[in-house]
Each structure stands twice: as structure tokens, then as C-alpha cells.
């Protein structure tokens, strides 16, 4: 079985631009995570999706959405980028998140923002 | 954000010898527990979780114990091989997400 996928693997953007990051997550997973992990922070959480329908979501400003699709693919979308931007977006999938499940990640996306 | 990711601790091991990685925890409530690993430029791997009804729990030359009492899990690898070098994340398990602690780099010496 294939893992979590990640598109595009490395980008450079610059400060003011948007970005939109993919993720298509292990045949048969039904829940989708987004984390940023960055050296000072770690690895904070972002959003959490199930059936197209976002469940939770972390601290983190408005620039930061995303959806997910009836495939269960999913999407990150930052806007107006700022430096501190700069990380490493981690996705992670699972059957349901609801409770007890097991996240698999994928190898993420590593942004730049100059 | 609400993981701490400051200063990483290192921990350094002979090869051969047993590593033990230590991670304290958050909440009591929580229920369900995970290991992972992530070496350089790769997403974080499961290692081995385990749920509060359990105080141990063993895999391939891993073992998870869990201390409710004190809000504490640790890891120990047996046998430390050269490619168990990585950084190594506890996370317990919320409503529809995860909360990682810090992080501890495991660097194996030859």
C-alpha cells in the first residue's frame, strides 16, 4: 500500500505570495492532519479534516486553510507569506482521528519564503 | 502553537548499548500514545504506540512504558543500532489531532 504523498516535495516563494500544498493520504484514510514543524516551535498542529469537513484546528492565523476533497485528497493554502512561513508542512493520514487511530505521515512539503 | 519545539536534548549511546528516551505529557485525560522517528529530511515514522489501559508495551527492540501516575512515557531501544540515529517525538492523542513534546535526538556512536 502506498504512503502519504506530498506535492510539491521543496519550494521557494517570496514574501507576500501564496502557496498551496497537496496531500493525498493512504488508500482507504478518511482523516487528514497538517502540522508545521519548524526548529524553534517544533511540530505544531494546523487543521484536521474528515469527510471534507474540518474537525479542529490549531493556533495559527487566517492566512492558513485548507479543504479536502471527496477522494480524501487534501490541500493546504497559505496567503499573503511571511518569513517566519519558512518550514517544514507535514501531512498525516488515518482511518478516523476520532479516537485511538494511528497517524502516517508523509515525507512534507519544505517551504522557503525569501 | 501548543507542542514545545525549543532546545532539542541529545542523547548519546554506544552502539550495542540500550537507549532510553524519555517524554513527560500534558494532559491526563489523554488516552492513546505514540512514538515516532524522523530522520533528516524525512516526515516523522511510526514506531509504537500504546493506550492508558497498558503500562508496557513491547515491539521489535523497542518498548514503550507509560507512567500515568506521573504523566510520563518512555522508549527504550534495545541494542542500538548505528540507523536508530534520528530524532525521536512522543505525541498523545487528542480530539482530531496530536500533541508532540519537544523531541530527543538519539545520536549512536561507533
Known amino acids: 500500500k502506498a504512503g502519504v504523498t506530498q506535492t510539491p516535495r521543496y519550494l521557494i516563494k517570496t514574501r507576500g505570495q501564496q502557496v498551496t500544498l497537496s496531500c493525498s493520504p493512504i488508500s482507504g484514510h478518511r482523516s487528514v492532519s497538517w502540522y508545521q514543524q519548524t526548529p524553534g516551535q517544533g511540530l505544531q498542529f494546523l487543521f484536521e479534516y474528515f469527510s471534507e469537513t474540518q474537525r479542529n484546528k490549531g493556533n495559527f492565523p487566517g492566512r492558513f486553510s485548507g479543504r479536502q476533497f471527496s477522494n480524501s485528497r487534501s490541500e493546504m493554502n497559505v496567503s499573503t507569506l511571511e518569513l517566519g512561513d519558512s518550514a517544514l508542512y507535514l501531512c498525516?493520514?488515518?482511518?478516523?482521528?476520532?479516537?485511538?487511530?494511528?497517524?502516517?505521515f508523509g515525507p512534507g512539503t519544505r517551504l522557503l519564503v525569501l | 502553537g501548543e507542542s514545545v519545539g525549543l532546545h532539542l536534548p541529545t542523547l548519546s549511546v554506544q552502539e550495542g548499548d540500550n537507549s532510553i528516551i524519555n517524554c513527560a505529557y500534558s494532559n491526563s485525560a489523554s488516552d492513546y500514545f505514540i512514538w515516532y522517528k524522523q530522520e533528516s529530511g524525512k516526515g516523522p515514522q511510526f514506531i509504537i504506540d500504546?493506550?492508558?489501559?497498558?503500562d508496557k508495551r513491547q515491539g521489535q527492540r523497542v518498548t514503550v512504558l507509560l507512567n500515568k501516575t506521573v504523566k510520563h512515557l518512555s522508549l527504550q531501544i534495545a541494542a542500538t543500532q548505528p540507523g536508530d540515529s534520528a530524532v525521536y517525538f512522543c505525541a498523545e492523542g487528542g480530539t482530531y489531532k496530536y500533541i508532540f513534546g519537544t523531541g530527543t535526538r538519539l545520536k549512536v556512536l561507533a
Open positions: 498525516a493520514s488515518s482511518l478516523d482521528r476520532g479516537h485511538q487511530e494511528t497517524q502516517y
Open positions: 500504546i493506550r492508558s489501559n497498558m
